[in-house]
């Protein structure tokens, strides 16, 4: 790590030890989704020095997309999500390694998706590709973050193959898909939360959101545990 | 038996965060939820259908396990258990 790097960092250092900034340097990360949730989770973590990001999602940037997407400007109207994400990124911080890729995640493509990667954040809009992502995520033992946000509410949960159940165990199947009703400092929250559990995973500080899932609820300004337990009969996990 | 429900998000509008139930004899989740909503009408308009169906992907929870991995509205509730009422909420 140069001098460079030591100064972009020096604020997190004394949290994180150089050996906790190194692991984070070293790490692979896929964010999954390009949207409210994956703009926040990306930039916090090419900003704490994440080495190795891979941005993913099948859309193009939206007027209506600007209102929580904070990677994007309306010169960005039109074009990828994920390229304009990563440009963005880039300019954040030069010293890490930023891929956009403009792919849907599904069954044929997911397993390219997750090669070389460390950790998955999910940043998905529907609980059928999360579905996929839990289950690449279980078979190949990589830390799952997910997240989920509607207006004012949002929920996360960190799953950890071998240690906690999987999103299966949870939830048992998906919404209809919906066009949302959401506001920017939703995503803020729950985005930062994911972030936040990617930095302690990856350098193992902290305890994660692991058997708990995390429910927010802006209009209160009230944040919730439920204590959560794995199903022995899980079809992605059980028996793990 | 001593049962604790937390309801969450839009549903405490309708009961408040946190309510213990002493039920007289042995329920099942489906019994106590139908019961709630002949209570709190605002509750029954938000959580069931006009046909009397507990609306489909409304996340509920008995002792941190989803009641669609025991036996759904069949499960039965035991002394102590802590209920959760939650919304689904699936954007990103």
């Not at chain 1, 830390?143 to 906690?164: C, D, E, K, Y």
């Not at chain 2, 969450?8 to 939820?33: C, H, N, S, V």
Request: charged share 25%; glycine share 10%; net charge negative.
């Amino acid at each position: 790590m140069g001098e460079h790097d030591a100064g972009r960092y020096q604020r997190q250092i004394p949290l994180l030890g150089v050996e906790g900034q190194e692991r984070l340097r070293r790490a692979r990360v896929l964010v999954a989704g390009v949207g409210g949730l994956g703009t926040v989770v990306a930039a916090c973590l090419a900003a704490a020095g994440v080495g190795a990001l891979r941005l993913v999602d099948n859309d193009k940037v939206e007027l209506s997309n600007l209102n929580r997407q904070l990677l994007f400007i309306p010169d960005d109207i039109g074009r990828d999500k994920a390229a304009a994400a990563m440009e963005k990124l880039q300019l954040l911080n030069p010293e890490i390694r930023v891929e956009g890729i403009n792919r849907t995640i599904d069954d044929k493509t997911v397993d390219d998706l997750v090669k070389d990667i460390d950790l998955i954040v999910d940043a998905l809009d529907n609980f059928t590709t999360r579905f996929i992502l839990n289950k690449v995520a279980f078979s190949r033992r990589l830390p799952l973050i997910h997240g989920a946000v509607r207006g004012f509410f949002g929920q996360a949960a960190t799953l950890i193959p071998g240690r906690t159940g999987c999103l299966k165990c949870l939830f048992a199947k998906s919404p209809p898909g919906e066009i949302f009703p959401i506001l920017g400092s939703t995503c803020g929250v729950i985005g930062a939360i994911q972030a936040t559990e990617t930095v302690k995973v990856l350098t193992d500080i902290g305890e994660p959101l692991a058997n708990r899932l995390f429910l927010w609820d802006g209009q209160s300004g009230e944040g919730d545990i439920i204590i959560t337990k794995r199903n022995p009969q899980c079809v992605i996990c059980g028996g793990d | 038996m001593k049962i604790t429900i937390r309801a969450f998000a839009d549903y405490r509008e309708f009961i408040g965060k946190e309510m213990q139930l002493d039920l007289p004899e042995e329920k099942t989740i489906g019994e106590l939820l139908a019961g709630l909503g002949e209570s709190y009408p605002n509750l029954r308009r938000e959580m069931f259908a006009p046909t009397g169906e507990l609306k489909e992907f409304i996340n509920i929870f008995i002792n941190g396990r989803n009641i669609a991995f025991l036996k759904d509205m069949a499960t039965p509730l035991a002394d102590g258990d802590i209920i959760a009422l939650f919304p689904p909420v699936a954007g990103g």
